[in-house]
């Protein structure tokens, strides 16, 4: 059974700093990793997809990377600020076939301060 | 272009009672997932819909149902409320098996009293 973590639960850093976020998951057999962000009490925004055959994925101050080998992803935010307050999820698919609901860690709520 | 919307907003209900939620995808997507996330638990998969057809569900009571129509547009149904059902429901789109990349819209406050 696909088990996905995040690490750490809770993070706080001054605006400016550059941080990263740390996701793993137990079955390497995924189609694709999202990482998503969500504000309080709203639905997710997509940040990043990054398929299984990519190793990583940009947009904007967002690098995802992704190991599949060793059942790892990370984001990392450049020069962050407080508009960058809010959770960010990680989620692994196995695509295709029955298989292409998410499944959800229970994220990183990050707390950006000015 | 108009993202996945959602309706109603919030939804106040007793035990006991049945709850609709409504999901829009985004033109073009044919496949629409529904999730729960309730306090503490994290983000749970409940159903998934494509092309009308149910394609896969989560670890949820029959109580917990569903529809696709033809503009796939879906509707998940809540039967004999608890109040553990409590949560916030969100409903996500994707163009299909291929990319499966999800966009999800803003959720419907599910309160059961």
């Known amino acids: 059974k696909q088990e996905v973590t995040q690490i750490p639960a809770a993070l706080s850093v001054p605006e400016g700093e550059n941080l990263v976020l740390n996701c793993s998951f137990t079955?390497?057999?995924?189609?694709?990793l999202q990482w998503f962000r969500q504000d309080p009490g709203k639905g997710l925004t997509s940040l990043l997809l990054i398929q299984s055959s990519q190793r990583e994925q940009t947009s904007g101050r967002l690098n995802a990377s992704l190991d599949k080998s060793s059942g790892r992803s990370t984001l990392y935010i450049a020069a962050s600020q407080p508009g960058d307050s809010a959770t960010y999820l990680c989620a692994v698919s196995r695509g295709g076939g029955s298989q292409g609901n998410l499944i959800f860690g229970k994220g990183t709520k990050l707390s950006v301060k000015p | 272009e108009a993202g996945v919307t959602q309706s109603p907003t919030h939804l106040i209900k007793t035990r006991g009672q049945q709850a609709t939620l409504r999901c829009s995808p985004i033109?073009?997507?044919?496949?629409v997932y529904w999730y729960q996330q309730a306090l503490g638990l994290g983000l749970q998969f409940l159903l998934w819909?494509?092309?009308?057809?149910?394609?896969n569900r989560g670890n949820f009571p029959p109580r917990f149902s569903g529809r696709q129509f033809p503009n796939y547009s879906s509707e998940l149904n809540v039967n004999a409320l608890e109040l553990e059902d409590s949560a916030l429901y969100l409903c996500?789109?994707?163009?299909?098996?291929?990319?499966?990349?999800?966009?999800f819209g803003p959720g419907t406050r599910l309160t059961v009293l």
């Open positions: 079955d390497s057999a995924i189609y694709n």
């Open positions: 996500a789109s994707s163009l299909g098996l291929i990319l499966n990349e999800q966009f």
């Open positions: 819909y494509d092309e009308g057809e149910e394609r």
């Open positions: 033109s073009g997507h044919t496949s």
